[in-house]
Structures are given as structure tokens and as C-alpha cells.
């Protein structure tokens, strides 16, 4: 089975730090993603990457950076936390090169800023 | 952009009912369909899924249908059971619906 791994769980950080939530996927997909859940909202794409170096914007980038430098990490980096960021962070990934594939997502990390 | 709207956004039905959950999309060009359950507290995950050359599939008691000229495809669930009871999200492309919370009722 493909495992994607988020590196925490929960996490609370106070207005202003900067934060890193990793993920690391073990199937050598070429896909990865970065998504926020809030309730009512569904799910909204941060950023993604379909490459080892390559990023792009989704819908809602405003605050956020990524970094991917090896194919199977992708990091999402919350630059200086506000508290319109506490939200469930979800990482994913899917093979091929195109958006015809399912996702297979990690646990969530559901991140607090106070 | 793509453009997804998923209805209902919550559906309660009788245990053993059926239940139906609608996605319509805006890109004539996407090609690729699939549904994921999320259950309280767990991640999504992918139950079945629709590429644009069929216009149905079937897993057990789920099935996905999909009507490319009208834009939409849906969620078939039969003889829904307690353990339906999640929430249902749709996606196109990079873009999910808004999801529909199904409560099956025993």
C-alpha cells in the first residue's frame, strides 16, 4: 500500500512563527499536494508539485511556500502563522503526470495558531 | 478554472435506502472522475473512480455514473448500511466539491 506520512498530528504555534509541515510519500509518485479542510469549504489546494524542484500555485497560496527536493518529500512552510491558518492541513499524492489519477492522502496534521 | 459544485451537502436516508450524490463540473476537457469517503477524524480516501470513455462502474453496493454532454457525474450508494455514514467529496482535477455529509439512519 502507499503511505503518505505527515510528520505531526497536531500542532500548536503562536502568531508569527514560522512553520513547517512535512510530508514524505514511499511509491515514487510523481504528484504531490498540499490542501486545507475547513469545515463547509471542503478541501482547497494550497500548492502542489509534479516534479522533484517544481511548484505551482492552487487556489488559496497566499501565506504559504513549499519546498520539494527529493521526489518523495514535499514540505509546506506557513511563512509567519496568523491565526486565519489554524486549519486540518492534508498531504497527498498520485502517480503520472497528469490529473487522471486517485490520490492517496496522509493523516492530516491539524495545526493551532494562537 | 475548473469549477466544481457538489449537492446535497448533507443527505439523511433510512438504513437498507438508496442514496445519490450529484457533482457538476465546468471543464469539457477533464476527463477523470473520482470519488473518496472521509470518515470522523480519518483521512480521505479514493472508493471508486470514472474515466470519461464509460459512462458507468460498479463496486459492490457503490457505483459512479457519468454524463459528459450534461457535465455531471454521481454517487450511487445501495442498501446503505451505518458504516456509510461519512462525508463524500468529488473532485476534478486539482479541485474537490464541497462534500455532502451522508447519515445513514439504523
Known amino acids: 500500500d502507499v503511505k503518505v506520512t505527515q510528520s505531526s498530528r497536531y500542532l500548536v504555534k503562536r502568531t508569527g512563527e514560522k512553520v513547517f509541515l512535512e510530508c514524505v510519500q514511499d511509491?515514487?509518485?510523481?504528484?504531490m499536494f498540499w490542501y486545507r479542510q475547513d469545515p463547509g469549504l471542503g478541501l482547497r489546494l494550497i500548492y502542489f508539485?509534479?516534479?522533484?524542484?517544481?511548484?505551482e500555485k492552487g487556489d488559496i497560496p497566499e501565506g504559504y511556500s513549499v519546498s520539494r527536493e527529493k521526489k518523495e518529500r514535499f514540505s509546506l512552510i506557513l511563512e509567519s502563522a496568523s491565526t486565519n491558518q489554524t486549519s486540518m492541513y492534508l498531504c497527498a499524492s498520485s502517480p503520472g503526470l497528469s490529473p487522471n489519477y486517485g490520490y492517496t492522502f496522509g493523516s492530516g496534521t491539524r495545526l493551532t495558531v494562537v | 478554472g475548473e469549477n466544481v459544485e457538489q449537492h446535497p451537502s448533507t443527505l439523511s436516508v433510512q438504513e437498507g435506502d438508496s442514496a445519490v450524490i450529484k457533482c457538476t463540473y465546468s471543464d469539457s476537457a477533464s476527463n477523470y472522475f473520482p470519488w473518496y469517503k472521509q470518515e470522523l477524524g480519518k483521512r480521505p480516501q479514493l472508493i471508486i473512480d470514472i474515466r470519461s470513455n464509460v459512462g458507468e462502474k460498479k463496486d459492490q453496493r457503490i457505483a459512479v455514473t457519468l454524463n459528459k454532454t450534461a457535465k455531471h457525474f454521481s454517487l450511487h450508494i445501495t442498501e446503505t448500511q451505518p458504516e456509510d455514514s461519512a462525508v463524500y467529496f468529488c473532485?476534478?482535477?486539482?479541485?474537490f466539491g464541497t462534500g455532502t455529509r451522508l447519515k445513514v439512519l439504523a
Open positions: 473532485a476534478v482535477k486539482y479541485i
Open positions: 511509491m515514487d509518485h510523481e504528484n
Open positions: 508539485s509534479y516534479d522533484v524542484k517544481m511548484k
